[in-house]
Nanobody
Framework: QLVESGGGLVQPGGSLRLSCADS????????MGWFRQAPGKAREGVAA????????YYADSVKGRFTISKDNAKNTLYLQMNSLKPEDTAMYYC????????????????WGQGTQVTVS
């Protein structure tokens, strides 16, 4: 089970940190990440982390502004979001995959319920 927190309303240029608490055994998670969905748009991948190698992946639109990380002791995933823009407004979903890092929503194995981020 994936449970997100940390969303909210922030002004442009501000920062937020999203958290995702994972109740599953870590060995079942090859990759964890974040997707987002803005109103009227499809869900898109934002960032991902390979839990084995530690390699990280980012969408071009967030590179240099967002940082994904994982605290293995707490079994919690984070997304630090800086220099937020109005176009970052979306529902953000924590995701987890068994075998590879997903690039499309159809590839995701597990979804959280989502947390709303509004930049205005």
């Amino acid at each position: 089970q994936l449970v997100e927190s940390g969303g909210g309303l922030v002004q442009p240029g501000g920062s937020l940190r999203l958290s995702c608490a994972d109740s599953a055994y870590s060995f079942s998670r090859h990759c964890m990440g974040w997707f987002r969905q803005a109103p009227g748009k499809a869900r898109e991948g934002v960032a991902a982390i390979d839990t084995g190698s530690g390699n990280t992946y980012y969408a071009d639109s967030v590179k240099g502004r967002f940082t994904i990380s994982k605290d293995n002791a707490k079994n919690t995933l984070y997304l630090q979001m800086n220099s937020l823009k109005p176009e970052d407004t979306a529902m953000y979903y924590c995701v987890a995959n068994r075998f590879f890092c997903p690039s499309r929503q159809q590839q995701v194995n597990y979804w959280g319920q989502g947390t709303q981020v509004t930049v205005s």
